[in-house]
């Protein structure tokens, strides 16, 4: 028997030689079954359901915890429905649906005056925050619906109780809602585009969109049967309670599934805390094991490290050009930064011709001189070194060390030693 080819599917796909067995002259498909079970034989339906909602190639062309991360996605988008449904029959019997005293014109007002609410509160929210939900992908993740959650439930508690105050009631939520718009499909997207490991973005997302349609579809139907069985506001408020609880933990393990490879302040801090006390480099599922995704950081420092700042903040606290000279031949005539220590802040000027690799390496030298403020002048070499040290293990344990999620303000300067 001579073997012309090996094929597999994928890397758990089904495994199969094209032989010409010593008796013929045609090549034979030989499927290597072993003690795995066919799957396109005996499990067809799980193959047509993972076509139709899982990307090309899955698990392949994802990263690692997109599985974890979806489950618990779909688990908490499934409560969010149920949850939804429920409120859109408070709104609706607080606009006067149903009711003899309500002309549809006054509810028209309400409806456009709610709505109108949202479309600022998104504006003003984009506005105000939308460079953090980079930076803090996770937590904004999980603000956002714990916002939604919050809204629902103002409409759920407090408008059938003041019903006279409806409009006010349904514009503050529903600017609440516009947050978890903006802040719950920017986060999603930036989720996506982290498991979305061969450039494969668009269908990821496509998946994702089937996904959570299914389940919203499936989730309303449960929903409309509860209105139903739903008799009085302490059985309302009880099955509130217990699906938002749900909702809440599947939301926060949806987050702690998700290990991110590039540093924000968070990961980086918590990195070099480890590394400056060990010399040794955590990978990043230690790390995002170790992130809070709630409230606060793991791992603080003791001044406000700000990057990119403008050469006038520096003018401005050292008056003296000798003492402005002296910052500056500190530092090696080719690095990109300068590192300069203010009342409030630490701040870290930016050359022209910085690169994502430079700004990791300005905050890294910005922490070590917190640790130690003579060794930044005394040991640089010393600093160079463990920056060249922590730059190779990070690279070796799987960090992405070519960008960054840190805070980074616009303005760029050139110097002369």
């Known amino acids: 028997m001579k073997i012309h080819f090996r094929e597999q599917y994928g890397t758990k ?3 199969i030689l094209y032989v010409t067995p010593a008796d013929q002259s045609n090549i034979v498909r030989v499927p290597l079954r072993g003690d795995k079970l066919v799957i396109h034989e005996k499990f067809m339906l799980f193959r047509v359901l993972q076509k139709i909602f899982l990307p090309k190639g899955y698990p392949d062309s994802v990263s690692d915890d997109y599985a974890a991360y979806q489950i618990y996605d779909t688990i908490q988008a499934f409560c969010s429905t149920i949850c939804g449904t429920l409120c859109t029959h408070a709104i609706l019997k ?6 003899e005293n309500i002309n549809a014109y006054s509810a028209t007002v309400t409806w ?3 709505e109108g609410s949202g479309h600022v509160g998104r504006i003003c929210f984009a506005w105000w925050q939308g460079s953090q939900l980079d930076v803090d992908s996770k937590k904004w993740r999980l603000r956002a619906d714990f916002l939604n959650d919050l809204a629902m439930g103002i409409e ?3 408008l059938p109780k003041y019903p006279h105050l409806s409009t006010q009631i349904l514009c503050g939520s529903t600017m609440l809602k516009a947050i978890v718009s903006v802040a719950g499909g920017a986060t999603r997207s930036a989720l996506t585009q982290h498991h979305a490991l061969r450039g494969n973005l668009a269908d990821v997302a496509s998946k994702d969109s089937s996904q959570e ?5 499936l989730a309303s139907c449960v929903g409309l049967y509860l209105l139903t069985l739903i008799k009085s506001p302490a059985v309302l408020y009880t099955v509130f309670y217990l699906v938002v609880t749900l909702h809440l933990y599947a939301n926060l393990k949806a987050v702690r599934a998700v290990c991110l490879r590039t540093f924000n302040e968070s990961r980086y801090l918590i990195a070099l805390e480890e590394f400056f006390r060990s010399s040794r480099m955590l990978t990043p599922q230690q790390v995002n094991g170790m992130e809070r995704v709630t409230l606060g950081q793991t791992v603080s420092v003791s001044l ?3 990057l ?6 520096l003018v401005d606290e050292y008056k003296s050009s000798s003492d402005i000279e002296n910052i500056v031949s500190s530092f090696d005539p080719h690095e990109r930064f300068i590192i300069a220590e203010s009342k409030k802040y630490l701040g870290v000027y930016l050359h022209f011709d910085t690169r994502p ?4 390496k300005a905050y890294f030298f910005a922490v070590s001189y917190l640790q130690d403020r003579d060794q930044l002048k005394e040991k640089y070499w010393d600093i160079q070194a463990k920056w060249q040290e922590f730059f190779a293990q990070a690279q070796k344990e799987g960090w992405n060390i070519h960008t960054h999620l840190l805070m980074v303000d616009e303005y760029r300067l050139e110097w002369k030693v």
């Open 13 to 15: 796909g089904e495994e």
């Open 94 to 99: 607080s606009i006067g649906v149903g009711s």
């Open 112 to 114: 456009i005056l709610k």
């Open 156 to 158: 759920i508690y407090v």
């Open 213 to 217: 349609t299914c389940v919203n579809l």
């Open 304 to 306: 406000n490290i700000r």
């Open 308 to 313: 990119g700042l403008s050469v006038k903040n």
């Open 357 to 360: 690799q430079d700004v990791l």
